[in-house]
């Protein structure tokens, strides 16, 4: 069965830090780009960073430049998006995307004092 699972999100306070991860099953992480995208309360989905399946560039977006961090460990099937230096804007709901066809269900990140 194919799936993408997102690490459990949670409650961190402004200026924290969290590490959400994507564990990929029944197929191979190695072979797609991987994309974070997130969805805040009354707002459209945003892509949010995005890393490649060949070269490991990356890409990521004005409001998380310089505090966000992609990366990926094809040997455990898995990316991951190190979130720093978090503000009350970062609160959304956070999907990891494997090319264009696999999407995770999604995990709920709070910033809040």
């Known amino acids: 069965q194919v799936q993408l699972v997102e690490s459990e999100g949670g409650l961190v306070q402004p200026g924290g830090s969290l590490r959400l991860s994507c564990a990929a099953s029944?197929?191979?992480?190695?072979?797609?780009?991987i994309g974070w995208f997130r969805q805040a309360p009354g707002k459209e989905r945003e892509g949010v960073s995005c890393?490649?399946?060949?070269?490991?560039?990356?890409f990521y977006g004005d409001s998380v430049r310089g505090r966000f961090t992609i990366s990926r460990d094809n040997a455990k099937n898995t990316a991951y998006l190190q979130m720093d230096s978090l503000k009350p804007e970062d609160t959304a709901v956070y999907y990891c995307?494997?090319?264009?066809?696999?999407w995770g269900k999604g995990t709920l990140v709070t910033v809040s004092p």
């Open positions: 890393i490649s399946s060949n070269d490991g560039s990356t």
């Open positions: 995307r494997a090319g264009t066809a696999y």
């Open positions: 029944g197929f191979t992480l190695e072979s797609y780009s």
